[in-house]
């Protein structure tokens, strides 16, 4: 026999509203931003550098992904912030 919850049609995706896309784009780009500046501002490239631009570009690309579906990026689902 079938589970009743089984027959259940899939919840929609979660959508976003309109400036909460907004927010995930200028998040998205700033943070890629930030992860170019760290490397062109450390000059010398070491291992540190390349790590902070990394996260820091790795986070802005996954809100530019995760905004471009529809979906909450990593960063806004820390909450706020002090």
């Not at 919850?5 to 907004?22: D, F, G, K, V, Y």
């Amino acid at each position: 026999m079938h589970e009743p919850s089984a027959l259940q049609p899939l919840a929609a995706p979660p959508t976003l509203r309109r400036s909460e896309r907004i927010a995930g784009w200028v998040a998205g780009l700033i943070f890629l931003g930030l992860g170019v500046a760290v490397l062109v501002a450390a000059g010398k490239v070491g291992t540190g550098a390349l790590v902070a631009a990394a996260a820091l570009a790795g986070l802005g690309v996954q809100s530019l992904w995760a905004t471009a579906r529809g979906r909450r990026s990593w960063l806004a689902r820390i909450g706020p912030l002090p």
